[in-house]
């Protein structure tokens, strides 16, 4: 189990956390606008980086707060939380 | 190679087995052009290079993998093999595997140890027991054998099935597909190599593909390795978990998310488990090796990582399912455990076919479901690598639908990853 730091209540048990997915995805203003080719690219496409990878955590469990992240996923070592 | 038979068998015990040739050649790097190249050596890598020999008569063929053959989610799964799946599409594809289970050991003339001994779904509430005939419907319309289950006869069919209706997880019927089973997964990438070789296929270990060659035109025009290039017109992708980070190497963002999965044995016990059984509500399945180990698969754990491990806790929520589901296992150890990494689709239906590069194929997105799959796969994606265009039955798992929004939600046909 990993142990995940909340930036706002400190390190705490992965199970109080859910994991929320590739950061840096937003949604499109207006979506009548976009493109298939580009709501596709919103709704499935990720990095799914092997290695140093920006996502997203919720502390669900807690103060349910988004947070970002930074995380290895060779090593699963959060480099640090924000 | 020497064909085994009834005959070399008895000559090696004769000759104190000191006759067996390797089973198959492994270059130690790869040869300067190859007509098709297939990054990845597990089974399912495997499997397309025997076929394109096989059916296609191509034969200029390199498998290469940066660890060795099955070592990966070949070795790395419960060697579930069933085709009970809800849509058309799905069970058409998963059946196309199963055929070709039913004949493969003697089709490579390599014992794959497929067993069908039945997998069996079991029904916990009300709307399980609704879901999960309208799956037995579904399949016996496409033509999959599958049965409904009373408990009574769930339990005549598996005894250690505990159904008393005051269990944590009272069990009110099942599905039953009797032409499921497992089979040796070892053996599946051993057969498929030693066949493959056989044909003249390169099978080159311990190579990482580092870079994919493109023309001017976009085209493939080869691979860089760590064992040095290789010239090709077509590139096979079959790297199950790490099939983002190889298709990034040729510019192709993909819809595929990688996530350890695990799952354990026990210690060896005495023939106590008839079949295979799979709970959807509590997400744990479970089946007897011919060794004699309970095998038993938890789920996903929640977060992507190429870490080949997972939390313990994922492993404890599977176990204590198990134990519910049958008491007598309670005493028993487990003796190792182990996580693949399996790469995800958003509709959990895997992706089989072109790619907009010319020149690229991939086959991925087989999630938490892949080792039944694999003579099934190999075979369509021979096909499509061969003529340049899918089988019809691997048509509908096309990469561009999800830009055309015909998806083949299994995720929610099943509620769970599988």
Known sequence: MLLIRCPWC???????????????????????AVSDEDWVAFLY???????????????????QRFFNAVRDTVTDRFEHTS | MTRFSSLSLAREALRGHTGWDQQWRSPERPAAEYDVVIIGGGGHGLATAYYLAKEHGIRRVAVLDKGWIGGGNTGRNTTIIRSNYLFPESAALYDHAVKLWEGLSSELNYNVMFSPRGVMML??????????????????????????LTAEQAQEYCPPLDISPDARYPVCGAALQRRGGTAR?????????????????????????????????????GVQTTRGAVRTRRVGVVAAGNTSPIMAMAGVRMPLE??????????????????????????????QSDKGELVIGAGTDQYPSYSQTGGLYILQHAIEAICELFPLFRRM???????????????????????????LFVNCGWGTGGFKAT???????????????????NAPFSLDRFTKGRLIDEAAAAAVAH
């Open chain 1, 10 to 32: 400190g390190d705490r048990p992965e199970i109080e956390f859910r994991q929320c997915g590739e950061a840096g995805i937003a949604r499109p203003a207006d979506p009548m």
């Open chain 1, 45 to 63: 496409l990720r990095s799914n980086t092997r290695g140093r990878y920006h996502e997203r955590w919720r502390h669900v469990h807690g103060c």
């Open chain 2, 258 to 287: 990688s996530f350890p999965l695990q799952a354990l044995v026990s210690e060896p016990v005495k023939p106590v488990f008839p079949c295979v059984v799979m709970s959807n509500t509590v997400h744990g399945y479970i089946s």
């Open chain 2, 185 to 221: 997964h070892d053996a599946v990438a051993w057969g498929f190599a030693r066949a493959a070789s056989a044909m003249g296929v390169d099978i080159v270990q311990d190579c990482e593909v580092t870079g994919i060659d493109r023309d001017a035109a976009g085209a493939v025009s």
């Open chain 2, 123 to 148: 029904a916990h509430t009300v709307h399980d027991a609704q879901s999960v005939r309208r799956h037995v419907h579904a399949n016996r319309l496409a033509g999959v054998d599958n049965e409904w």
């Open chain 2, 333 to 359: 150890s487990m003796l190792r455990s182990w996580g693949g990494i399996v790469d995800v689709t958003p509709d959990r239906s895997p992706i089989l076919g072109t790619t907009p590069v010319p020149g």
């Open chain 2, 375 to 393: 003579p099934g796969s190999g075979h369509l994606f021979a096909h499509s690598v061969a003529r340049g265009e899918p089988h019809p039955v």
